[in-house]
Structure formats: C-alpha cells, structure tokens
C-alpha cells in the first residue's frame, strides 16, 4: 500500500529509503530535488531523523545506566565460561593417571611398605619348603652299550647295572644266560627271544 | 603500545595468540554498546546482560575463525542480533504485559543525566524526563519484529540487506516493517506527549505530529 505524502505525489515508502540511503544514485538525486522544494516533505525527513535521534539517545542513556560492576560481573562469568572450555580441550589424563597422582603423598612409604612384605612373603615361603635338591651337572656320558627298544626286547632285570664310563662290560645276565661285549668298535647286540623258536638277529650300531 | 590504546586488528590479533587481557580490552571497549543494541531487541537489563555474556563467549570460541574482512564490532554486532532474535523467537512474553522495574529505574537515571543538561529549567528537565520514559515506554510496546528493525536501523544504522539477512526475510518485508515500525513509534509518542509544551527543545511536538498522508 502506497502512502503518498500531501499533495507531492512522493509515496511515504520512496522517502523513507531516500532518508535511509536506500535510494541509487539518480532517484535519490531527485528524491533530493523534490525534498529541498517541499516543506512537507523536509517536515517528513525532520521527523525521521527526530526520531531516529531519540531511539538512539535513550537506549544509548539505559545503557550508561547500568553499574559497571554489573558489567564487571557479567566478565567474571564470561571468565568462567573460557576457563571451563579450557579445561575442557585439554586432554583428561586416564583413571589410572589421576589415582598414581592422588597417592603421590604417600607414594614412597606405599612402595615402602609394598616392598617388606612381598620379601617377608618370600622368605616365609621359602622357609616352609623342603629345599630343593641341587641339580648336579654331570658331563654327558656317552653310553658304551645302547640297548635299543625293540617289541620283542625282554625287559631288563632291575638287578642289571648301568655300565660306568670306560668300563667293560664282562657279564650280563640275560635271562639266565651269560654274554660278553667286547671293546672293539663294533658292539654285538644279542637280542634273545623266548620263543619257541628262538631266532637271533644281529644289528650295528 | 598498551591495549587499551590499541586498534580492534590488534587485539583480536592478540586474542588470537591467547592473550585474555586483549580480549577483555574488546569487552570494556563495546559492552555498553552490546548492551544498548540488546536492551533495545529485549527491552529487559537482564535479558539483555544474557545476550552481552552470551555473545562474548560466542566470540571469544569463534575467534580463531575470524578472518577480519568485515570489522569487529560489524561482526559481533551480527552475533548480538541474532542472538536477539533467537530470544524473541523463543519468548513467550506477550507485548504490553511485562514491564521491568529495573527499566523504570534506569531510565530516571538516564533522566537524571538529561536534567543535568538542562541548566536547572524544571518545565525542561520534567520533558526531558517525559520524553525519555515515553521513548522506552513507545519501544517496549512496540512488536518484537517492529522494535527489531528500528534498534537496528536506528542504533546501528543497518542496510535493508543486512537487517533482511540478520531476520532471514526479504528486503520487502524489512522495508515494509520498518515504515510500519516507525509509524507505530510516531502514534505511540503523540499518544503519550500530546499534552507537552511545543516550546521546549522545539523537538516534541514536531516529533510527534502526524505525517501528512
């Protein structure tokens, strides 16, 4: 809707984007022709700016009205919220971090503390065990007689006695029989069986 | 330098490297600024110190983002607007209801300053002081989105373009409702200065006599 302003033919709408700079070059230029010839149309332009200066004054009065520890107050709160989304970017050290921190006053006398009993514990475990044998390192020795597992092997009787080392074996008792190994290199392995068939066989080693 | 002798590049500058005692230099420099763009959307003191806080914060996060190609007021001016205008889209509040008191005494304090202006002539000071509790009084009645367009436009001296980005309408509708907002203003200030001598400061009755239609 067209506002016209008394007998100027000027649309109120045209002159307040003329008074607000809101016109292009040559329709404000004639806006401005138009203005400075009619009266009523200055006594409109005078208005505008009457009020506008009046808007401006008092808001900018309430604002000088209010205490600058009020404002003091709201930059303390402002303060605040930056200190908190500080806090907040800075990564958060883990649980474990945070409890080895809180016990840093009583670190030292902890590990202290930890320390005693876990060799108290030690020492009353080892006293209530029988000691363990020592393990005697002995050379190892090449066994001069290797009687090799066989299906058919009769089991050796307990009484059969490991052959020190070097030494010559001269008798073995094989079931009842007797036989010898000689030193000579080859070792002959009499395998003897309980068949009724016994058979013999022979093997180098 | 010191900072409060610096320019606003400075200081964001500052800023930007961490420096706290810049950024509350920018604070004292356009608190009061904030505010009376915010009072004049709100029309409530603590509203308004909300918006001044909120904004702050707003702008210290959004700091490193600044790249300075408009100045720093323009920008965080268009922060406080818009957080203004969340307020009032969020606001419940119906116009002409609430009235704050805290106003009522802010605005005689403002009188006081103008009666201290006025050269110890009560019938002057009494119309100053009338003018001024008409103006706040006209303001706080007028719509959130008329009272919007006028603080803008009178206070800062917004475009239609950015008023119409800053309300997210068409720069018709800013042009329409500022005509409107200004007609409104007009009735309301006769309404309530009708009664006041014309020979006082030459500005009242002019002010408020109706614009030949």
């Known amino acids: 809707m067209t506002h016209s302003i008394g007998q100027t033919g000027v649309s109120a709408e045209d002159l307040q984007r003329y008074f607000d700079g809101e016109l292009t070059g040559a329709q404000a230029q004639e806006l401005a022709s138009l203005v400075d010839a009619s009266p009523e149309l200055s006594a409109e332009i005078r208005q505008l700016q009457r009020m506008g200066s009046l808007v401006r004054d008092t808001l900018r009065h309430e604002a000088q009205s209010i205490p600058s520890a009020r404002f003091e107050q709201v930059w303390d709160e402002i303060e605040h919220a930056i200190d908190i989304r500080a806090d907040e970017r800075e990564p958060q050290p883990s649980l474990w971090a945070r409890l080895w921190e809180s016990l840093r006053p009583a670190r030292i006398p902890l590990i202290a503390t930890l320390g005693a009993a876990a060799l108290a514990l030690i020492l009353v475990r080892s006293g209530s065990e029988d000691p363990e044998p020592v393990a005697s390192v002995e ?3 090449p066994n001069p007689v290797a009687v090799p597992e066989s299906p058919r092997a009769p089991v050796l009787p307990p009484t059969t006695a490991e052959p020190a080392v070097g030494a010559e074996i001269h008798d073995l008792q094989f079931g009842g029989k007797t036989g010898r190994i000689a030193r000579t290199g080859t ?4 395998y003897v069986e309980e068949d009724l068939e016994p058979k013999q066989s022979e093997r180098s080693l | 330098m010191r900072p409060q002798e610096a320019d606003d590049h400075a200081l964001v500058a500052a800023c930007k490297a961490g420096d706290r005692d810049a950024f509350q230099v920018l604070y004292q420099r356009y608190h009061r600024r904030v505010f009376a763009v915010a009072h004049g959307f709100l029309r409530n ?3 308004a110190l909300d918006v001044v806080q909120e904004a702050f914060i707003k702008v210290h996060r959004a700091l490193p983002g600044f790249e300075g190609q408009s100045s720093f007021y323009t920008w965080l001016y268009r922060i406080v607007a818009n957080l203004c205008i969340d307020h009032l ?3 419940s509040r119906k116009r002409g209801v609430t009235f704050d008191d805290r106003f009522r005494q802010d605005t005689s304090e403002a009188v ?6 006025s050269l110890g002539d009560p019938s002057r000071a009494v119309k100053n002081k009338e003018i001024v509790t008409a103006v706040a ?3 706080t009645e007028l719509s959130d989105k008329h009272r919007a367009v006028l603080v803008m436009r009178e206070l800062e001296g917004l475009s239609y373009t950015d008023m119409a980005k800053a309300m997210n309408c068409s720069k018709g509708t800013i042009m329409s409702r500022l005509f409107h907002a ?3 203003m007009q009735r309301l200030l006769k ?7 014309a020979d006082v400061d030459g500005n009242v009755d002019s002010m408020t006599e109706e614009p030949a239609s």
């Open chain 1, 139 to 141: 050379p190892p020795v």
């Open chain 1, 187 to 190: 070792v002959t392995v009499l």
């Open chain 2, 45 to 47: 003191s603590e509203d």
């Open chain 2, 89 to 91: 889209r969020r606001s």
């Open chain 2, 112 to 117: 006081a300053e103008l009666q201290a202006s």
């Open chain 2, 137 to 139: 009084t006209s303001l």
């Open chain 2, 182 to 184: 200004r007609k409104n």
């Open chain 2, 191 to 197: 309404m309530r200065l009708d009664h006041l001598p």
